[in-house]
């Protein structure tokens, strides 16, 4: 018996999907199970109560944590889209450098750790930063206050999120024409008018995408506020990754898990309004334009 | 002019921090602090005795090599069905496949717990596997995705018109054709999994994976051993990354060549 091309697809596809939906789908289902459960000393008692919810949303730590891990992600993701949009217009239109692009690569894949530790490295007292401002003479004392702040945090994760960043913002350019861009310099539009009347509005999905991924990954780090965030670069990463670490509060966490999910998609829809609000997104999703069937 | 100028600034802020890090694991103090005295190999050599160190080092490995083969399996049958399937089930799929990459590795990791906790399976190098696949199975498919769009399925209904059966079809036409793709996806999964730290250490239970000890000496002291291994991290994954482009390109120059010689 020869099976139709779809469905010799579709059982192809069956143990891939299925993991994904054993070990990807499931486990959030049961994380949202959880977070209206409640934790009794040490044990966890199924329930069906909000009041998981209503704890996290009234408790002033929280909310101190998560305007700090919204401010850092929207600042990092900013920084970030802005660090990318040269690199990535350069790999574009200018050059398309192999190597610019495996350098873009290697930093990409080497350790996120060892990148942490890097920036720990460079902004300790005794890092490299202090040493050669104390050599230039500009300060007398070390400053303390590059490490373990919300400024040491969002470097390190513009650095560590950069590389991802220029890759998604490349693969939406790729999309426009340059002639599009050239037709506008033709008429006498400067460089900064070509980026924000031709590729913005035309890379407008990508480049919200990119940086709405970048918050989602930064707002999500929990690692680097550990490391380098003292006590004022806290983020709700770090909240919750303690509640399963530590504490031992898991509906807890859960729920703050869920709160940080549903911000995220406020934030997202708020920036799809702005963007049509300001003109600078298409009111309407333009069809996509169809490919030429292949005979 | 000011773009290219932007562009060397934005690269060396990437580059700078990594470079750092390689130099001062060749330096003969212990200070992270210029002047720089004197280069040596000192922290590597107490690298070498460093049992702990081997062991995660040995554990890491195991794991990015099964992840690397269950995605490659998991990935090999997936990409088959890219190819067959209707735009709309391809979207459904993509879906599913894709959205771990669009959410924190924190909520992948959590939710394994869970999971893990609610069916009373002990935490073990098992369950690192499992997280690590879940994270590596979206990047695998991701890197192939573009490469696939590529392949022309007539070829296959050419050799099935020629009177190949569907197995000769799959292992002679179909298979030569996206092997190094798969090949070059999967070395990448390795090098996702060799790394992969957010998700393990919820998963991980008492096991010891190699960025986990990197982890706990970081946070124990600041020793310029860690530059030490960092560099040997980079180095590997370097030479990981090479590898697969390696493969995905020397594959497919000499398909061309054999074509264009012929």
Known sequence: VRLSNEWTGRLLAAPAAFYMVAFFLVPTAILLVYSFWTAASYRIVPDFVLANYIDALTSPLFWRVTSNAILIGLVTAAATLILAIPVAYYLTYVSRSQAILYLILITWFSSYLVRIYAWRTLLGTNGLLNTILLQLGLVDVP???????????????????????????????????????????DLGTGPLGAFFRVIAPNA????????????????????TPQMLGGSSGQTTGLLIADQFRKTGNWPLGAAQAFIMIAITGLLYAAILIAGRATGLLPRRRRPAPHKASQP | MILRLAVWLI??????????????????????????????????????????????LMK?????????????????????????????????????????????????????????????????????????????????????????????????????DLGASQLQVFRKVTLPLILPTLVAAAILAFAVSFDEFIVTVFVAGTETTLPMYIWSMMRRTVTPLINAIST????????????????????????IAARTSS
């Open chain 1, 204 to 223: 407008a999905s990508g480049l919200i995408g990119a940086f709405m991924l970048t918050f989602i990954l930064v707002a999500g780090d929990y690692v």
């Open chain 2, 60 to 160: 890491s490995l195991v794991i990015a090599s099964a992840t690397a083969v269950i995605c490659l399996l998991l990935g090999a049958a997936a990409a088959l069905a890219w190819l067959r399937v209707s735009p709309r089930t391809r979207l459904g799929l993509e879906m599913l496949w894709l959205t771990p990459i669009a959410l924190p590795g924190l909520f992948v990791g959590v939710s394994l717990l869970v999971l893990f906790a609610q069916a009373g399976v002990q935490l073990s190098t098992v369950s690192i596997v499992i997280g690590h696949v879940v994270i590596a199975l979206p990047v695998l498919i991701l890197t192939m995705r573009a490469r696939l769009s590529l392949f022309d399925p007539s070829l296959e209904e050419a050799a099935r």
């Open chain 1, 143 to 185: 400053v303390e206050a590059f490490l373990f702040s919300r400024f040491a945090v969002a470097i390190t994760l513009i650095h560590v999120y950069l590389p991802l960043c220029i890759l998604m913002v490349v693969s939406a350019l790729r999309d426009i024409k340059p002639e599009l861009i050239e037709a506008a310099r």
């Open chain 2, 232 to 255: 040997l991290a980079l180095v590997f994954s370097i030479l990981i990354l090479w590898a697969a482009w390696l493969i995905a390109h020397l594959r497919r120059r000499s398909a």
């Open chain 2, 11 to 56: 690269l060396g802020f990437l580059i700078a921090p990594i470079a750092i890090i390689v130099l001062f694991s060749f330096h003969a103090s212990p200070a992270l602090s210029f002047p720089f005295q004197g280069l040596s190999l000192r922290w590597y050599g107490e690298l070498i005795g460093n049992v702990p160190l081997r062991g995660a």
